[in-house]
């Protein structure tokens, strides 16, 4: 159906920045309709970060805006995030989540293994 990949975690200082990759495989009867970022702090709640679509403007935690850029190469069908000025609480496992309708099932959705970034001096 559809298969999600995270790339591009790592180890930055405060104030840094880092641009996460999320690539999706899809089968020709799997159509993504939208592709957010999540992240997961161990003692946290997972939380949205950004999520964009075809039919809306993208959308940001408060935590982020301002720092954060999500955006998308449908032909590829992969998805961006930039961020900007980290700060340790940025620090977590980002995960990928695919949105996507499979022939008439509409709500599915898919997950990436994570990628993990730690913002620390």
């Known amino acids: 159906q559809v298969q999600v990949a995270e790339s591009g975690g790592g180890a930055v200082q405060p104030g840094g920045s880092l641009r996460l990759t999320c690539e999706a495989t899809s089968t020709e009867l799997s159509t993504i309709h939208a592709m957010a970022w999540y992240r997961q702090a161990p003692g946290h709640q997972r939380e949205l970060v950004a999520r964009?679509?075809?039919?809306?403007?993208?959308q940001y935690a408060n935590s982020v805006k301002g720092r954060a850029t999500i955006s998308k190469d449908d032909a590829k069908n992969t998805v961006y995030l930039q961020m900007n000025n980290l700060k340790p609480d940025d620090t977590a496992i980002y995960f990928c989540k695919a949105e996507y309708q499979h022939g008439d099932s509409v709500d599915n959705a898919a997950w990436g293994q994570g990628t993990r970034v730690t913002v620390s001096s």
């Open positions: 964009i679509s075809s039919t809306a403007a993208p």
